[in-house]
């Protein structure tokens, strides 16, 4: 591969690129303070909030954050599967990874069993490494993993959600993801916090997915299904445009045909 042709700049210029580095700086400062006011009322689906949003992350995404439950955008868009999709019912034993907390009253008002994990917290009901689950096959009927598959092999992650999951089960997950690189970006020579947060946008992601992250889970077993975030939900409930919620479903096992006999 050939060698980028990078010109050397005039030190002269380079002088007054330094100079103007900090002026730029300052009115960018301005313009986002002026813009960290929108003035649109958006609705929030998670508590019935109805108003101005906040800016939230790093850079700030404009009217990202609900004030009154402090949801951000995939947690709005997790409520609406919820209520379009979700289809919890006092038959069925929940997982949720990480949990958020706005949303544990909500599932545990709608399932009959819900169970909360994490490997590091330790105000959840089971400590569990989701690349090595300690739980029997065929367990769980809803799996919930946000913004997790990121931060761990997700090959071993879908594998093991995969096996818990009861057949016709089903695992929800969001996480970053570039559509327009055809396969996920890893680096080995990435090490540090500093570094990660320059090639993964966050100082403890492992990997920049791209769309062949749906070719994997398909290969771990499940059937896929993309909830998209589109209008009017995106203006309506300040939604991230096309963030999409990965709904895996585990094959449910095939029915046996029985036949009978004519003595």
Known sequence: MAKDLIPTPDPRALRSAKAALERIRRR?????????????????PVCGYQGEFAPV?????????????????????????????GGIGKNMSVLHFAPEPMFEPI??????????????????????DIEALDLPDDSFDLIIAHQILEHVDHHKALAECFRVLTPGGRMVATTPVVEAWAETYVNPEVKTARERVLHFGQKDHS????RDLKDHMRAAGFDLYEFISVEPD?????????ETLYELTKPAAPTLKTTTRKG
């Open 207 to 210: 990997r920049y997915f791209g």
């Open 107 to 128: 599932l545990r008002g709608l399932a009959g069993r819900y169970v909360t994990a994490d490997f590091m917290r330790t105000k959840v009901d089971l400590k569990l």
């Open 234 to 242: 995106v203006s309506t409930y300040a939604l991230h445009r096309g």
């Open 28 to 44: 960018r400062l301005r313009e986002y303070e002026t813009m960290m006011v929108t003035g649109f009322t958006r609705t929030c």
């Open 57 to 85: 992350g790093e850079p700030p995404r404009l009217d990202g954050l609900c004030p009154l439950c402090r949801s951000r955008e995939r947690h709005r868009l997790f409520r609406l599967w919820i209520d379009r999709r």
